[in-house]
Each structure stands twice: as structure tokens, then as C-alpha cells.
């Protein structure tokens, strides 16, 4: 099956850092999803981005489908972007491991 | 738009018990729906594709046998644990794509955290 990778594991940010989140993926995907799980589980839907670049206020994203790769931007960082990113591809929806932000005041 | 209900929120059952959890597609109908399990920091690992009608498709490694599936409706899934034992404890959740309905995505329930005592 396809393969995910997203790095970094781990981030940590001074609040109003920005930064840049990753994600590669294996194969040719016709879906990808970018989500943030918060503290109690629930996975916010981010991106469907399986191509292109989009814009939502501060954040931003991007996929690169020839090279198989996405990018998840994140600007002006908030205390409340912590938490777990994920990026999610294909039609049966696999994840990366996900990279956890610690935002600090 | 493309809500999904997922019921319970939380759940804590006596080892060797059965629990059922429901998995709803409110505003469109859904002939598929994904199951996923999450332990603590870890990723959403997919158990088991559920089909409308059909029998469920799992991963390999998961049991089907200890987690039933029926998805038995355009907008109803669930899943059974039975015989559940601690190491079933878990934090399940589950997703459904309104694709041709005007969304694009999938879109996740809120999750059902399991305890087994």
C-alpha cells in the first residue's frame, strides 16, 4: 500500500514563528486531506488539497502530486495551533504518523 | 455540510463484553465508510472498509471476527467489539466521503473512546 512520511515528528514554535509542515507520499494520489487533531480527538479537515496550493486565513498548503509531496504552512503561529497535524492520502485515506506542534507564549 | 455522527463519545465496558458503536452520515448518503483505531500518540490506523451492503473489507492483521462491521444503510455503520478484553481499548473513530454530492474530502466523526476494565 502507499506509503506516508510527514516530518518533522515533532515542532516546537515561539508564538508568531512560522513554519512549514511535511508530507510525501509514495505514489500518485487523487486525494489528500490535511487535518489538525485537537485535545480531545477531533480531526478538524484543514485542506482537500490533492493538488495545487490553498489559502485559509493563516494557514496555507500546498501539493506538489508530480514530485508527491505536500506542504502545510503555518504563519503568525497561535498558542491555539497546537496540537497534531495530519496529513491523510488516497481513496482508502491512509495517514502519516503526523507532526505534533507546541506553539509557547 | 457532510456531517458525521459518531455515538458514543466515550464508552467503559467489563472485559468480555460486547460494544457497539454507531457511525451516521447526517447530510448525505455514504456507500463507504472507513474505520480507524488510535492509540495514545500514535497515527489513525485503518481497520476495515465498510461497504453499503456488502460485506466489510479489513486490514491486515485486524481481527474480523472481533470487530464486526455492518454497514447496512446509505447512512448507518457500526461497529461491534466483542468479546472485548483491555488491550481493545482505544480511541475508534470513523469517516464517510459525500463525494458526487457536492464535497470534496472525507469527513470524520468525533471519535469513540473505549475502556475495557
Known amino acids: 500500500g502507499i506509503q506516508v512520511e510527514q516530518s518533522p515528528p515533532d515542532l516546537i514554535l515561539q508564538e508568531g514563528a512560522n513554519s512549514t509542515l511535511r508530507c510525501n507520499f509514495s505514489?500518485?494520489?487523487?486525494?489528500l486531506q490535511w487535518f489538525h487533531q485537537n485535545p480531545w480527538g477531533q480531526l478538524i479537515n484543514l485542506f482537500y488539497?490533492?493538488?495545487g496550493t490553498k489559502q485559509n486565513g493563516r494557514l496555507s498548503a500546498t501539493t506538489v502530486a508530480t514530485e508527491r509531496y505536500s506542504l502545510l504552512y503555518i504563519s503568525s503561529s497561535q498558542t491555539t495551533d497546537s496540537g497534531v497535524y495530519f496529513c491523510?492520502?488516497?481513496?482508502?485515506?491512509?495517514f502519516g504518523a503526523g507532526t505534533r506542534l507546541t506553539v509557547k507564549p | 455540510g457532510a456531517v458525521v455522527s459518531q455515538h458514543p463519545s466515550w464508552v467503559i465496558c467489563k472485559s468480555g463484553t460486547s460494544v457497539k458503536i454507531e457511525c451516521r452520515s447526517l447530510d448525505f448518503q455514504a456507500t463507504t465508510m472507513f474505520w480507524y483505531r488510535q492509540f495514545p500518540k500514535q497515527s489513525l490506523m485503518l481497520m476495515a472498509t465498510s461497504n453499503e451492503g456488502s460485506k466489510a473489507t479489513y486490514e491486515q492483521g485486524v481481527e474480523k471476527d472481533k470487530f464486526l462491521i455492518n454497514h447496512a444503510s446509505l447512512t448507518l455503520s457500526t461497529l461491534t467489539v466483542t468479546s472485548a478484553h483491555p488491550e481493545d481499548s482505544s480511541f475508534y473513530i470513523c469517516?464517510?466521503?459525500?463525494?458526487?454530492?457536492?464535497?470534496?474530502?472525507?469527513?470524520f466523526g468525533s471519535g469513540t473512546r473505549l475502556t475495557v476494565v
Open positions: 469517516s464517510a466521503s459525500p463525494k458526487g454530492q457536492g464535497y470534496y474530502g472525507y469527513t
Open positions: 505514489d500518485s494520489v487523487n486525494n
Open positions: 491523510a492520502v488516497g481513496n482508502d485515506m491512509r
Open positions: 488539497i490533492p493538488s
